[in-house]
């Protein structure tokens, strides 16, 4: 076959691989630089900026990755002070994400013959509590405690499904932190038998998964379990845990009003791809791609809180790092697997199109097979790589606060109600 004869009757398929190479290249690298555009300027306190940029990018328009994009601006906005408006964006993400439980069969074909790019991004599900995280921090923000309260109960709600949905088997079905948030959160609103419940299966929590994300049992656990047992009457459950405390040196206190700050520090790891190329029969390889996270250098290595004469050490109470890495290793076994079978399809298309149509067609589509074959590195790239929580036992009213991040000095001010907890947020990178 001549190279015009060639052309002519093959014009249509290197127009199609043309196109599916674009969509192939194009995808997941432009998705994966707005993003990192976006949070630059907001590390740098250029969120105007950065949600301008974001709105007018690419992944505003992408249809597949419309929960993503919602993710990422209901962050901006809360880090911007915006509340109100970025728990209308993660209202209309989380609503989204429950509609997404039904894949879209036509997505699915497609992930298999190009990449896993091509289907609509779902969220993982540390990524899906943590949208409840955020808005019952705004909650918390704009002091409705009760709506504060129904994020909560949708975090304990979230994580049951999970637990049920895989069966307990996988590593994300408890948070313990969002326990003891929760806790704080039933705390403020003067419910102390509830909070005693969320404190509990906190530090349940925090002993299960100790060896999983290497997060202690938080110092103030202690005195919050025997403070809020002694207040619902559960004089033999105070007993129990102040004597565990004291097995581990530590003196629990009867705390009346508190104030905590919270510690949302540094950024997720970031997702890269990792790729190898194996040979054929024929010579020609094929191409796996697999995504694994790479911890980000940032964040605070301590923090300081100054607050009624009081000096505290923030304790470390969350390892997002560690949840992300956890939960792709534990779904890792399925990516491979799709990977493989899909090259395989891929291969087996190739030979079939070479035997058909020519050398030529098969090198095309083995060619289209190599580019096209990526990894899917979406993920809620703005969120912290770890929380910090300082907290001090102080009396009802307004107080100035100092925190020493690092050596710097970061000043702020927060309200605690008479017997209940007064919050404040902060980010640091």
């Given at each position: 076959?001549?190279?015009?004869r060639?052309?002519?009757?093959?014009?249509?398929?290197?127009?199609?691989?043309?196109?599916?190479?674009?969509?192939?290249?194009?995808?997941?690298?432009s998705?994966?630089?707005?993003?990192?555009?976006?949070?630059?300027?907001?590390?740098?306190g250029?969120?105007?900026?950065?949600?301008?940029f974001?709105?007018?990018?690419?992944?505003?328009?992408?249809?597949?990755?419309?929960?993503?994009?919602?993710?990422?601006?209901?962050?901006?906005?809360?880090?911007?002070?915006?509340?109100?408006?970025?728990?209308?964006?993660?209202?209309?993400?989380?609503?989204?994400s429950?509609?997404?439980?039904?894949?879209?069969?036509?997505?699915?074909?497609?992930?298999?013959?190009?990449?896993d790019?091509?289907?609509?991004?779902?969220?993982?599900?540390?990524?899906l509590?943590?949208?409840?995280?955020y808005?019952?921090?705004?909650y918390?923000?704009?002091?409705?405690?009760?709506a504060?309260?129904?994020?909560?109960?949708?975090?304990?709600?979230?994580l049951?499904?999970?637990?049920d949905?895989?069966?307990?088997?996988?590593?994300?079905?408890e948070?313990?932190?969002?326990?003891?948030?929760?806790?704080?959160?039933?705390?403020?609103?003067?419910?102390?038998?509830?909070?005693?419940?969320?404190?509990?299966?906190?530090?349940?929590?925090?002993?299960?998964?100790?060896?999983?994300?290497?997060?202690?049992?938080?110092?103030?656990?202690?005195?919050?379990?025997?403070?809020?047992?002694?207040?619902?009457?559960?004089?033999?459950?105070?007993?129990?845990?102040?004597?565990?405390?004291?097995?581990?040196?530590?003196?629990?206190?009867?705390?009346?009003?508190?104030?905590?700050?919270?510690?949302?520090?540094?950024?997720?790891?970031?997702?890269?791809?990792?790729?190898?190329?194996?040979?054929?029969?024929?010579g020609?390889?094929?191409?796996?791609?697999?995504?694994?996270?790479?911890?980000?250098?940032?964040?605070?290595?301590?923090?300081?809180?100054?607050?009624?004469?009081?000096?505290?050490?923030?304790?470390?109470?969350?390892?997002?790092a560690s949840?992300?890495?956890?939960?792709?290793?534990?779904?890792?076994g399925?990516?491979?697997?799709?990977?493989?079978?899909?090259?395989?399809?891929?291969?087996?298309?190739?030979?079939?199109?070479?035997?058909?149509?020519?050398?030529?067609i098969?090198?095309?589509?083995?060619?289209?097979?190599?580019?096209?074959?990526?990894?899917?590195?979406?993920?809620?790239?703005?969120?912290?790589?770890?929380?910090?929580?300082?907290?001090?036992?102080v009396?009802?009213?307004?107080?100035?606060?100092?925190?020493?991040?690092?050596?710097?000095?970061?000043?702020?001010?927060?309200?605690?109600?008479?017997?209940?907890?007064?919050?404040?947020?902060?980010?640091?990178?």
């Amino acid at each position: 076959m001549s190279g015009g004869r060639f052309y002519t009757d093959y014009k249509w398929f290197i127009a199609l691989i043309f196109c599916l190479l674009l969509l192939g290249l194009t995808g997941c690298a432009s998705t994966c630089s707005v993003q990192e555009k976006a949070f630059s300027l907001a590390e740098t306190g250029r969120y105007d900026d950065a949600l301008t940029f974001l709105d007018t990018s690419s992944l505003a328009s992408s249809r597949s990755d419309r929960l993503l994009y919602l993710m990422e601006r209901g962050l901006l906005l809360h880090l911007q002070g915006d509340y109100r408006q970025s728990n209308a964006t993660l209202e209309e993400a989380e609503q989204l994400s429950e509609e997404l439980f039904t894949k879209s069969v036509s997505a699915g074909v497609a992930s298999f013959l190009i990449n896993d790019n091509v289907i609509t991004y779902d969220g993982a599900d540390y990524e899906l509590v943590y949208l409840n995280y955020y808005k019952a921090l705004n909650y918390l923000a704009l002091g409705e405690l009760d709506a504060a309260g129904v994020e909560a109960r949708r975090v304990d709600l979230k994580l049951r499904q999970f637990s049920d949905a895989y069966a307990g088997k996988t590593v994300f079905k408890e948070d313990a932190f969002l326990r003891m948030l929760t806790g704080l959160i039933y705390q403020a609103q003067g419910d102390w038998n509830n909070a005693f419940i969320a404190y509990r299966l906190a530090h349940d929590s925090f002993v299960a998964n100790r060896s999983v994300y290497g997060v202690p049992v938080p110092v103030l656990l202690w005195s919050l379990l025997t403070t809020t047992a002694q207040r619902s009457g559960l004089l033999q459950e105070r007993d129990t845990y102040r004597a565990l405390a004291a097995k581990r040196g530590i003196q629990t206190e009867s705390i009346d009003s508190l104030a905590v700050v919270l510690i949302n520090n540094g950024r997720i790891p970031v997702k890269r791809e990792r790729m190898a190329l194996f040979p054929t029969e024929e010579g020609f390889p094929v191409k796996l791609a697999l995504p694994e996270f790479v911890a980000r250098p940032g964040g605070v290595t301590s923090a300081r809180l100054t607050i009624a004469g009081q000096s505290v050490t923030a304790e470390p109470v969350e390892n997002l790092a560690s949840i992300a890495f956890k939960s792709l290793e534990d779904r890792i076994g399925r990516v491979l697997a799709k990977a493989i079978a899909r090259a395989l399809a891929k291969e087996i298309t190739a030979r079939q199109l070479a035997k058909q149509h020519g050398d030529g067609i098969g090198l095309l589509t083995r060619l289209f097979n190599i580019v096209t074959e990526n990894a899917d590195l979406r993920s809620w790239s703005g969120l912290p790589a770890s929380v910090l929580l300082a907290a001090a036992p102080v009396a009802a009213g307004e107080h100035s606060y100092q925190l020493l991040l690092d050596g710097k000095t970061v000043e702020g001010t927060l309200f605690v109600p008479e017997h209940r907890v007064g919050f404040s947020i902060h980010r640091t990178y």
